[in-house]
Nanobody
Framework: DVQLQASGGGSVQVGGSLRLSCVVS????????IGWFRQAPGQEREGLSC????????YYADSVKGRFTISSDNAQNTVSLQMSSLQPEDTAVYYC???????????????????????WGKGTQVTVSS
């Protein structure tokens, strides 16, 4: 079974940085994409970034472009999201998810939403305070 385990959340002050990690397992091929999402209270889940571990191609939403960096360590089966210049509006529960059925659309950003993903990990809370 595919499993994703996110970690690395916590509390940080405005302008600070955090690194989230997602350990993945159970894939039967390398044709999948891992994405990071977040959901703040009362808001819809927002797609942030994704990466294809097999070739390193990726996508960033405009809201995080230039501040967040996604990377993949295939030896450790881990996809990380380095977040910098954090603001209070970045406060949310962050999730990692995997797509095997819509990798092209997810990488293009057109399906970078909950409908494009097939598997979800549990979230990790990020709180940014001033």
């Amino acid at each position: 079974d595919v499993q994703l385990q996110a970690s690395g959340g916590g509390s940080v002050q405005v302008g600070g940085s955090l690194r989230l990690s997602c350990v993945v397992s159970g894939f039967t091929s390398d044709d999948y994409v891992i994405g990071w999402f977040r959901q703040a209270p009362g808001q819809e889940r927002e797609g942030l970034s994704c990466i294809s571990p097999s070739d390193g191609s990726g996508y960033y939403a405009d809201s995080v472009k230039g501040r967040f960096t996604i990377s993949s360590d295939n030896a450790q089966n881990t996809v990380s999201l380095q977040m910098s210049s954090l603001q209070p509006e970045d406060t949310a529960v962050y999730y990692c998810a995997a797509s095997v059925s819509n990798t092209v659309g997810v990488l293009a950003g057109t399906s970078m939403d909950w409908r494009g993903m097939d598997y979800w990990g549990k979230g990790t809370q990020v709180t940014v305070s001033s």
